[in-house]
């Protein structure tokens, strides 16, 4: 899940750094990119170490790994 957080900020910071060299608005989804990635990182920061390994164990077997 962490690499999908990755790609949304770079995406979303790449999405505004075209549309300001393009001259063209910024879309309102490249700041909400950027707004998802900012609170999955408070989450990520507050979640107790034991929850996270749970979490990562989760995640794990959803997508297909040991």
Do not use: H
């Not at 910071?13 to 309102?28: H, K, S, V």
């Not at 996270?52 to 040991?66: A, E, S, V």
């Amino acid at each position: 899940m962490s690499v999908l957080m990755v790609v949304f900020a770079v995406g979303g910071l790449q999405t505004i750094e075209w549309c300001i060299d393009e001259g063209i608005p910024i879309p309102w989804q490249a700041y909400a990119m950027l707004a998802s990635v900012a609170v999955w990182c408070i989450i990520m920061a507050n979640l107790p170490k034991r929850d996270f390994k749970r979490m990562n164990k989760l995640l794990d077997k959803l997508g297909g790994g040991k």
